[in-house]
């Protein structure tokens, strides 16, 4: 913008030494052209200036390493104007076509800054509204954990007659009550007894489990904290476990309810987008057998 501010200035003073040097009305012409220019090009371009929007073109999310690129849409009804931003992400800025810092998971807020919608001849601007910040959440990778299968056989505590009846891997034997159905007897095992005795389908009556982790520490450390947290919540609810996340943040537990691979993301979205906890958690939440903490250290198990 200074450039063609100077620019202008030296065409202007140039058309004031050609009247000067030649007193003619066609330098009058000239020079007085040359001055209603600027506000010519702003009466031109105000519309075009005003009807231009920008609009973020980020997605909402992707995985920690993916490479993101800054980029924008302009929308202009009446023309393709001069513009010029960058986008704000803490403390960097990022111009057009630049990469995001997407190493390590976490809550990137990007916000559009220095919008400038510039008049056809560049010497004026028009800043518009500032827009809403965009968060990208950046999404660990899963990291897998080779003691998990110690944690389902902390989660099956009983057995209940499943539902309907049917087929299953484990059986009952009790005497028969009215409303049992015929194919559920033991004929063998009721002719050896003397009295009708049934195999009752049993499936497994399941806890909650419970997921701990303290969010902190380096971001290397997140990273495997997260990423083992969404490999474990993955593979429970392929078991058909329902489970609970807790995490300290802040000065709170968070305490998250998970019971679809939906509901998984989103909570892991909530903790990318939390605060850092302000030392270690409390004793009492890390008391259950059926809790698992998720540590960050390299050579976890």
Not at 84 to 92: K, N, P, T
Not at 217 to 234: S, V
């Amino acid at each position: 913008m200074l450039r063609r501010w100077l620019l202008y200035l030296v065409t202007l003073a140039g058309c004031i030494v050609f009247l000067l040097a030649y007193q003619q009305w066609s330098a009058w012409v000239l020079l007085i052209a040359v001055l209603c220019l600027p506000a010519l090009g702003l009466i031109v371009s105000l519309p075009l200036m005003l009807t231009t929007k920008l609009r973020l073109t980020l997605p909402s999310y992707c995985v920690m390493g993916e490479s993101v690129i800054v980029s924008g849409e302009i929308h202009a009804p009446l023309g393709k104007p001069l513009l010029r931003w960058y986008l704000r992400v803490g403390h960097e800025r990022k111009a057009p076509g630049m990469p995001l810092p997407t190493k390590h998971c976490g809550m990137l807020l990007c916000r559009p800054a220095k919008v400038r919608i510039f008049d056809c001849l560049g010497l004026f601007f028009w800043v518009p509204r500032k827009q809403k910040p965009h968060q990208l959440f950046v999404r660990p990778a899963p990291l897998p954990v080779s003691d998990f299968p110690e944690l389902e056989r902390r989660l099956t505590l009983a057995w209940r007659p499943k539902y309907g009846g049917g087929l299953a891997e484990n059986h009952e034997i009790r005497l028969y009550r009215p409303g049992d159905s015929l194919n559920q007897i033991h004929w063998k095992l009721s002719a050896k007894t003397g009295k009708l005795v049934i195999r009752e389908a049993m499936e497994p009556l399941n806890s909650q489990a419970i997921l701990a982790l303290t969010l902190g520490g380096t971001p290397e450390e997140m990273d495997r904290k997260l990423g083992r947290l969404l490999w474990l919540g993955n593979r429970l609810l392929e078991q058909n476990f329902h489970f609970s996340i807790r995490a300290s943040s802040g000065k709170q537990i968070l305490q998250l309810q998970v019971d679809s691979p939906e509901a998984l993301m989103a909570a892991l979205d909530q903790l990318l987008a939390a605060p850092p906890a302000a030392g270690d958690a409390p004793e009492d939440s890390f008391r259950s057998p059926r809790l698992y903490t998720i540590g960050g250290e390299p050579d976890e198990n």
